[in-house]
Nanobody, 119 residues
Framework: QVHMIESGGGLVQAGGSLRLSCVAS????????MAWFRQPPGQEREFVAA????????YYDDSVKGRFTISRDAAELMVNLQMNSLKPEDTAVYYC????????????WGQGTQVTVSS
């Protein structure tokens, strides 16, 4: 069983910054990629950013390119999302996601953390 714990959400003014973190259980070799998704109020969950565990390659949705940075700490099984120049439309519940391989193969989600950006 994979456990993922997120932290770092909160309330910030437009133009401000927040840093989200997510820690996964198990071993680094169990993961292929980790990502962040978000679900704005009344909308579907959407992709934000992802990082490939093996080489650190990163991928972003166009709406956050240049403002958000995803990074991983392989030793700590942690993935971070640095969010700068936040906008009110970034308001959402942010979810950490992990793609696991091997004996625990599957897609796992964290419990979510609220990010609110005031105008």
């Amino acid at each position: 069983q994979v456990h993922m714990i997120e932290s770092g959400g909160g309330l910030v003014q437009a133009g401000g910054s927040l840093r989200l973190s997510c820690v996964a259980s198990g071993r680094a070799s169990s993961y292929s990629a980790m990502a962040w998704f978000r679900q704005p109020p009344g909308q579907e969950r959407e992709f934000v950013a992802a990082v490939r565990w093996r080489d650190g390659s990163t991928y972003y949705d166009d709406s956050v390119k240049g403002r958000f940075t995803i990074s991983r700490d392989a030793a700590e099984l942690m993935v971070n999302l640095q969010m700068n120049s936040l906008k009110p439309e970034d308001t959402a519940v942010y979810y950490c996601n992990a793609l696991a391989v091997g004996s625990i193969k599957g897609l796992y989600w964290g419990q979510g953390t609220q990010v609110t950006v005031s105008s």
